[in-house]
Structure formats: C-alpha cells, structure tokens
C-alpha cells in the first residue's frame, strides 16, 4: 500500500512532468504506478483519504462461512441442450 503523504506528493510530481511535457503513462511508471492507479486515486477520493482498505468491514469467519455455505446448499440447475 501507498501512504497518502506518497500518493499525494507522486500526484503532485506526475502533474508537474506532464505539464512539462512528459507523457502520462512514463511519469507513472517512473514513480513506480499506472495511469489507471493514478485515475483511480483522482476518482475516488484517494488523494484525500488515503487507501480505504485498512478500514473495510470484514466478516468472521463463521459469516464468511455460513454466507458461503447458504449460498452452496441452493440445487444445482442441469441445463439439457
């Protein structure tokens, strides 16, 4: 994971080499991140909160594995072509 402080500052760096004359996709690649890393980061909010990864809900377990065994349980559909 990137911090925000590095995301912010590669931002700020990748906006100065293109407004230099640096194509979009070399001054990711420099920093080390694609130019979809970079539009996802402009998009979503991710230059000002950082990676919402950390903070996700997650289930137990036993969610996890009751949601997937109720799932699992339904009978199987046999198409006949």
Known sequence: MIGLEDRQEHARDIEAACKA?????EA???V???ART???WRAH????????RPNAVRLTR????????????SKPTILRL
């Open 38 to 40: 970079l539009q996802r």
């Open 28 to 30: 990711c690649e420099v």
């Open 62 to 73: 036993r969610a996890a594995w009751s949601a997937l065994s109720s799932s699992c349980t």
């Open 32 to 34: 080390g991140i694609t």
């Open 21 to 25: 004359g640096a194509r979009l996709h």
């Open 45 to 52: 909010k991710g230059l000002e909160s950082g990676d919402g």
